[in-house]
RNA sequence: GUCCCCAUCGUCUAGUCCGGCCAAGGACACCGCCCUUUCACGGCGGCGACGCCGGUUCAAAUCCGGCUGGGGACGCCA
């Protein structure tokens, strides 16, 4: 209970944001923080708000935009506010560049990219620590003067800056560790520890929450704080997402892109259960739905060491959320993944049953599709199943099993089941039919229940295809 | 090279803050068995970890230090 002079009754509302560059899709672990962002304003009734870094004009484009805009939607991660492009924002950002000019917080420096690479290079070579050498700090403005020039911030040289670390605690750097940073670039535009700063004040951001590759900027946007004269947010950095074999999550690894995974068939509550399991836990639980994240988030369970994108275990949930999906509405799913089968399925009660007996054997929609093909079409026989159970002496056991379907007064897979079982009495009850009549229906030797396949491809089918092996057979 | 972060089964994690309930629990994967018209699902069981060394303590996965290992950052990228 908040004392009314008590920092809690000060606290404004909690607002985080979600700030991806469009120089590609969304990575998937891109996707994680911004479902950490999206579950922390959501857990503490804040706001989440999504600006698109866009500064970098050489790499950014609409597209990714869109493609970012798609994934989060995909994922249920909606916006509150934004989103925000930096390149409308242009005028903010150089009136702010301006005013640390005029405060002496920062200033013009004329060194070209080629100069600078080459001092980069001999301090490596040196085995220091490349940095800038602040070699125009001192510089009169004129110098400055028709020439291409970038403003630089002008780093304390003096003293530290600690970090209070929602996650790990204060963590102190030494400013003379910290170089004189790019502001401005010579075109004019803002580079990103800069608008960071800028935006995130501007925005009333309270908590930023971003991967463990920002640890070492967040000194340096502090100072940028400091200089500026805004109250700097409360910071936290969780580990990166790996891949199998260490070191950040490359194609090497496994797909990046959260789009693919929707292409490769995966479920988004899937995706989103994976994500927020991967460095964060309760206890034993497995499954959560985004609601349940929503209500039980904290930041106090978040691992604080990297851990290893696992295909498998992804795969595993999204099996789990197949089996619990509403058959309707993994139909409506399928339809898109049945196209490269050549197949052009709508909406119907059929395909809802075929998806019913599919939901517990596919893992993925990509799986449930390459398993539906044979209620579409004759599938072609699978040479090793035929010759194991497409042999000669079933064939009148086929053809006998065709004519008893054919006058079956109803083909309900009761009414199959009870026919099949006569003809295997009749024959002296050893008979193993079931793979034999599999095999002339779906071409394989695995599939759901043989009497529902039936039932769902109706008798006319079924007498077909089980004729037409029987002929197959007896052809040789 | 310099700075910074991290360290429980192969992987994701519970336990670590407030040392004893942990001869370390769950999940994935893997291996067996059961169920079964096939394949799956499911059920049961197995395999499997506190990186190392020291310290504090009656007691350490838990606290402290060092080492080792892993990772990240050092751009007119974000």
């Known amino acids: 209970m908040p004392s009314p002079s008590g920092n809690e009754a000060k606290m404004p509302p909690v607002a985080t944001r979600f700030a991806p560059s469009p120089t590609g899709e969304l990575h998937i672990g891109g996707a994680r923080t911004a479902l950490f962002n999206w579950l922390y304003a959501r857990r503490l009734g804040g706001k989440f708000i999504l600006r698109i870094e866009d500064t970098d004009r050489e790499r950014s484009t609409r597209e990714f935009v869109q493609a970012i805009l798609d994934s989060m939607s995909w994922l249920g991660l909606s916006w509150d506010e934004g989103p925000y492009y930096q390149t409308e924002r242009m005028d903010l950002y ?107 004040a501007a925005m009333g951001i309270t908590h930023v929450l ?105 795969l595993h949930l999204n099996a ?66 035929a010759a194991k159970f497409l042999t000669p002496e079933i064939a009148p056991v086929l053809e006998e099993i065709a004519d008893a379907f054919s006058a079956l007064p109803e083909f309900s897979s009761a009414a199959t089941e009870a026919a099949l079982s006569e003809v295997v009495a009749r024959r002296g009850g050893t008979l193993k039919i079931h793979q034999p009549i599999r095999v002339a229906l779906t071409g394989g030797t695995a599939s759901p229940g043989l009497y529902d396949v039936m039932e769902i491809l109706g008798r006319e089918e079924v007498v077909r295809r089980i004729s037409s092996a029987a002929k197959r057979i007896r052809r040789g």
Not at 225 to 236: C, I, K, N, S
Not at 248 to 268: H, I, N, Q
Not at 330 to 354: C, D, F, Q, T, W
Request: charged share 30%.
């Open 320 to 385: 789990h959320y197949m089996k619990e999906a509403d058959p309707e509405r993994l139909a409506l799913l399928l339809i898109p993944y049945l196209k490269p089968h050549g197949i052009e399925a709508s909406p119907s009660p059929r395909l809802v049953r075929i998806v019913q007996t599919l939901q517990e054997r596919a893992r993925t929609l990509v799986e449930m599709a390459d398993a539906a093909v044979y209620y579409f079409r004759e599938k072609e026989t699978d040479p090793k199943a």
């Open 210 to 314: 971003r991967g463990d590759d920002h640890l070492n900027n967040t000194p340096k946007q502090l100072l940028i704080y400091e200089a500026l004269g805004y109250p700097p947010p409360r910071f936290g950095h969780f580990p990166l997402i790996h891949g199998m074999e260490g070191g950040k999550m490359s194609k090497r690894d496994a797909e990046t892109s959260v789009m693919k995974y929707r292409d490769m068939g995966y479920l988004p509550e899937a995706v989103v259960n994976y994500l927020a399991r991967l460095g964060w836990g309760h206890g034993d639980q497995e499954i959560f739905s985004l609601e349940d994240l929503q209500g039980l988030f904290s930041l106090e369970h978040v691992n604080l060491s990297p851990s290893r994108f696992d295909i498998n275990k992804l």
């Open 94 to 200: 150089r009136r702010e560049a301006e005013r640390l000019l005029a405060r002496g917080k920062a200033y013009r420096c004329i060194c070209t990219p080629e100069e600078l690479d080459r001092r980069r290079e001999e301090m490596k070579a040196r085995k220091e620590k490349p940095r800038y050498d602040g070699r125009c700090r001192n510089l009169p403005p004129e110098a400055a003067e028709g020439k291409p020039y970038v403003v630089r911030f002008k780093t304390p040289a003096e003293g530290q800056t600690v970090v209070r670390d929602l996650l790990r605690g204060d963590v102190t750097f030494e400013n003379g560790e910290l170089d004189d940073l790019v502001l401005l670039r010579s075109e004019g535009t803002p580079t990103y520890n800069f608008v960071v700063v800028v935006d995130d």
